[in-house]
């Protein structure tokens, strides 16, 4: 059922334009300028009277959280925060009756999650539900959600759980920012079109395959490998680390770039490629100077960039083109040269890229 791909991780990097679009089709109406998603329509007072929005989940379904802040901030003006579930649930949080706490799991089976959103319902909050697994524990305990439309995720690193998830929380926030007015009309006319051509953009950016396996093959043996984005692409840097070390167990960490000259440039050195997701967008101007300065200390860039780009290009060692999308929905594409970069740095290393070492799909113990 591998599809004729090597493996099932693979397959489902390559599945991200259609589940994508499974989870954007009847929700989005962009002749109507409609967002129809029940969970979130029978419940829309409770999301507009929302003080703030509390996001738990774990792992690569918390990246996707983060990345729903900075949608959610911007598009719907209502405040974010996002917390990993095992901490949440330890440490006697402030939740209110106004709060509206959204949990985000691929399995609907993580156990930090699960009794993160018991402590939410048990404090008089609304809890809604981003789950893939239809029926599973989270999608029951939560009281309503909407859930993605990856089909079974069966590789142990998250891909198309992760872009699938970012879809379903920008309609949500399109669709608050429509009921709120914090986005002009035209401006939310144009991320509807827009989210219409992402699958489009997706497929564009897997395109990329070949250039990722080539840097791959360069960078395959290295030890330590940092990621750096601004803004919307500070999450898709974590998840970028993420993916690396799970599958390839080479040490990476993700960080803003900015932050850089907070520490970890004391790492920079020849021997360490630092992987920079710098798409044309608001601030390219401050990724620039960062990559000035791991080059100016030798260290070896590996830039995702906007097609087209000339600016990193003159200064990176190795350069990753992707299509044009506006920074909002940029983590959709940006991330997908990331999953394959660490597929085939995976795969040369002869690891277990479906089953990697000490991981388990569903983690439902704590
Ligand atoms: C990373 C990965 C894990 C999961 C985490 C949460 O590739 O798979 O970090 O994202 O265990 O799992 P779910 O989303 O099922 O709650």
Redesign the pocket.
Known sequence: EKNGYDHFMLKEIYEQPNVIKDTYRGRLHTDTGMIKMAGVEDNLQKFLNANRILIV???????AGLVAEYIFEEFARIPVEVEY?SEFRYRNPIINKDDVVIA???????AD?LAAIKMAKENGAFVFGV???VGSS?SRETHAGAYTHAGPEIG????K??TT?ITVLTLIALRLANAKGTLTKSDYFRYLQEMELIPQKVEEALQTNDVAQKVAAAYKDASNCLYLGRGYNFPVALEGA??LK?ISYIHAEGYPAAEMKHGPIALIDEQMPVVVVAPKQEHYDKIVSNIQEIKSRSGKIIAVVTKGDTQVKDLADHVIEIPEVSDALSPLVTTIPLQLLSYHIAVMRGCNVDQPRN?A???TVE
Do not use: P, R
């Open positions: 989940a774990c792992g690569t379904s918390w990246h579930a985000i799991s691929q399995s609907g089976e993580t999650t789950c893939n697994v989270i142990v690193a998250s891909t759980a992760f998830q993420l993916k799970e991981l799909k569903s983690v």
